[in-house]
């Protein structure tokens, strides 16, 4: 294969050819490393590349899969990192000016987890700063490109993520998913990505944003992808506080089981209070795909869904001013004007306030509890349009004009208030041929549900198959 065919591979597909002796880790890694000296200058999706590193783990791996020590469908592939995954020895600046230099003196637990399962990390990625925007505009190290168009944002906060992940510059990422920031950039760039339950995939060692919201999850070309990382990266840690203690399971198990009699609820509240009309095209066209594949289908009212925004943002803000209180009071001027302005908007929270939302998140998740009740699975467009320019503050949406910032997260908060496994999948394109994603949510721990219906849509369509132009 070509280097650029080698790029376009699936993670399973290269893990299958490495594993029958078809593909060299080096080869792969090498491969790897041309398309991201080709495509760094347009992308600007790393931070940080670790080129040498790489290049000596793929050696290792290569001879370890050769003397029958292969740890798994991970062994040899090359992953990348948002850069605000503690990596030993390596800088971890989560994007911003003020941690430009910060080493961790130990690995997260998917560091490690990656590391034990034979993953190569092959770089840090570009994000929004600290994590708290949904373009990955960074006025420090400049905004990631949108591989379909690179006048275009990638979302974030996620965004090196996403775009790196589309491009062909790694087989798969880590991102996290605070407001949507795993989602949001997946739809954008057209690509899987996955936000587990709340608890299922340990934060230590993750540079917090929010800590009651704050989900670590993968971004990869297809579901079957994600599943491999999830099979990896899952499982109780109890350095991390909030993580779940539960057997372990095979994410890949049931992924080929379809979605026959599946119960598929389209909440009718919020979603479509403000969308482009191309997205809710799109999103009707993907739950007529699911009716043709055998599920059961029903729209549903759930009134409690417009409290989402209220919720999330006084949670998410609060938390986030507590984060970054010692920053705000030091060093303000070293924090970039977007990210600053909202941290300062958090310190003005009244503690009462942070209270009744998470009293409201209460009744909310309890609401929507009894919802799913009747559901096995909703689903709902991942944005309300398509990536917006990298240079528009501002869109046009059905008449309306929208903040960029807060109108990206819009349609993704709701599922981190209750901690649902969320999937985003690709279902179509804008006429300005920028992607379009599809969520679909599932109950808590029920994370096998949404990826095989993820996947069952998948594979009956074809808008992952295609690649950007970068």
Same mark, same amino acid.
């Given at each position: 294969?070509?280097?650029?065919?080698? +790029?376009?591979?699936?993670?399973?597909?290269?893990?299958?050819?490495?594993?029958?002796?078809?593909?060299?880790?080096?080869?792969?890694?090498?491969?790897?490393?041309?398309?991201?000296?080709?495509?760094?200058?347009?992308?600007?999706?790393?931070?940080?590349?670790?080129?040498? /590193?790489?290049?000596?783990?793929?050696?290792?791996? $290569?001879?370890?899969?050769?003397?029958?020590?292969?740890?798994?469908?991970?062994?040899?592939?090359?992953?990348?990192?948002?850069?605000?995954?503690?990596?030993?020895?390596?800088?971890?600046?989560?994007?911003?000016?003020?941690?430009?230099?910060?080493?961790?003196?130990?690995?997260?637990?998917?560091? $490690?987890?990656?590391?034990?399962?034979?993953?190569?990390?092959?770089?840090?990625?570009?994000?929004?700063?600290?994590?708290?925007?949904?373009?990955?505009?960074?006025?420090?190290?400049?905004?990631?490109?949108?591989? #379909?168009?690179?006048?275009?944002?990638?979302?974030?906060?996620?965004?090196?993520?996403?775009?790196?992940?589309?491009?062909?510059? +790694?087989?798969?990422?880590?991102?996290?998913?605070?407001?949507?920031?795993?989602?949001?950039?997946?739809?954008?760039?057209?690509?899987?990505?996955?936000?587990? &339950?709340?608890?299922?995939?340990?934060?230590?060692?993750?540079?917090?944003?929010? #800590?009651?919201?704050? =989900?670590?999850?993968?971004? &990869?070309?297809?579901?079957?992808?994600?599943?491999?990382?999830?099979?990896?990266?899952?499982?109780?840690?109890?350095?991390?506080?909030?993580?779940?203690?539960?057997?372990? /399971?095979?994410?890949?198990?049931?992924?080929?089981?379809?979605?026959?009699?599946?119960?598929?609820?389209?909440?009718?509240?919020?979603?479509?209070?403000?969308?482009?009309?191309?997205?809710? /095209?799109?999103?009707?066209?993907?739950?007529?795909?699911? =009716? $043709?594949?055998?599920?059961?289908?029903?729209?549903?009212?759930?009134?409690?869904?417009?409290?989402?925004?209220?919720?999330?943002? &006084?949670?998410?803000?609060? /938390?986030?001013?507590?984060?970054?209180?010692?920053?705000?009071?030091?060093?303000?001027?070293?924090?970039?004007?977007?990210?600053?302005?909202?941290?300062?908007?958090?310190?003005?929270?009244?503690?009462?306030?942070?209270?009744?939302?998470?009293?409201?998140?209460?009744?909310?998740?309890?609401?929507?509890?009894?919802?799913? &009740?009747?559901?096995?699975?909703?689903? %709902?467009?991942?944005?309300?349009?398509?990536?917006?320019?990298?240079?528009?503050?501002?869109?046009?949406?059905?008449?309306?004009?929208?903040?960029?910032?807060?109108?990206?997260?819009?349609?993704?908060?709701?599922?981190?208030?209750?901690?649902?496994?969320?999937?985003?999948?690709? +279902?179509?394109?804008?006429?300005?041929?920028?992607?379009?994603?599809?969520?679909?949510?599932?109950?808590?721990?029920?994370?096998?549900?949404?990826?095989?219906? %993820?996947? %069952?849509?998948?594979?009956?369509?074809? #808008?992952?198959?295609?690649?950007?132009?970068?």
């Amino acid at each position: 294969m070509t280097g650029q065919e080698l +790029c376009r591979l699936t993670i399973a597909e290269a893990a299958e050819s490495i594993a029958q002796g078809q593909l060299s880790p080096v080869e792969l890694i090498q491969a790897h490393l041309e398309r991201i000296e080709k495509t760094q200058p347009q992308l600007n999706s790393f931070i940080t590349l670790l080129s040498d /590193e790489a290049v000596e783990e793929a050696r290792r791996a $290569e001879a370890e899969i050769r003397s029958g020590r292969s740890r798994g469908p991970l062994h040899g592939i090359p992953i990348g990192l948002k850069d605000l995954y503690y990596t030993k020895g390596i800088r971890t600046t989560v994007g911003s000016e003020i941690l430009r230099d910060f080493v961790p003196d130990y690995d997260a637990a998917v560091t $490690e987890r990656f590391r034990d399962g034979g993953a190569i990390i092959i770089g840090k990625l570009q994000m929004h700063e600290f994590a708290l925007g949904s373009t990955s505009t960074n006025p420090h190290y400049g905004p990631a490109r949108n591989p #379909w168009n690179t006048n275009r944002v990638t979302g974030g906060s996620s965004g090196g993520s996403g775009a790196a992940v589309a491009a062909g510059q +790694c087989m798969g990422a880590l991102g996290s998913d605070t407001g949507g920031s795993i989602r949001i950039p997946s739809g954008l760039c057209g690509i899987v990505g996955f936000k587990p &339950t709340f608890g299922r995939v340990s934060r230590h060692g993750v540079y917090p944003l929010a #800590w009651t919201l704050d =989900t670590v999850g993968p971004m &990869t070309r297809a579901v079957r992808d994600s599943a491999l990382i999830m099979n990896v990266i899952a499982g109780h840690d109890p350095r991390d506080q909030s993580s779940t203690v539960g057997p372990d /399971e095979d994410f890949t198990a049931g992924l080929d089981t379809g979605v026959r009699g599946l119960r598929v609820g389209v909440p009718e509240d919020f979603f479509y209070d403000v969308i482009d009309p191309e997205v809710s /095209e799109a999103v009707e066209r993907a739950t007529g795909v699911l =009716t $043709e594949l055998g599920a059961s289908v029903e729209r549903v009212s759930i009134p409690v869904l417009n409290h989402s925004l209220a919720i999330s943002s &006084t949670i998410l803000m609060t /938390e986030a001013a507590e984060v970054h209180a010692t920053h705000l009071k030091e060093e303000p001027e070293r924090i970039g004007a977007d990210v600053r302005g909202r941290l300062h908007a958090g310190t003005l929270t009244p503690a009462v306030s942070y209270i009744k939302a998470q009293r409201a998140r209460t009744a909310f998740n309890r609401e929507l509890a009894e919802t799913m &009740t009747g559901f096995d699975v909703l689903v %709902a467009p991942t944005t309300v349009t398509g990536a917006p320019g990298i240079d528009e503050s501002v869109v046009d949406v059905g008449g309306r004009t929208e903040n960029i910032l807060s109108l990206m997260s819009r349609l993704t908060r709701p599922f981190n208030i209750c901690g649902y496994p969320t999937v985003s999948v690709p +279902c179509g394109f804008t006429s300005a041929s920028m992607p379009i994603g599809l969520q679909i949510a599932a109950r808590p721990f029920d994370d096998s549900t949404a990826l095989r219906a %993820a996947h %069952a849509y998948e594979q009956a369509t074809e #808008w992952h198959t295609r690649r950007p132009p970068v």
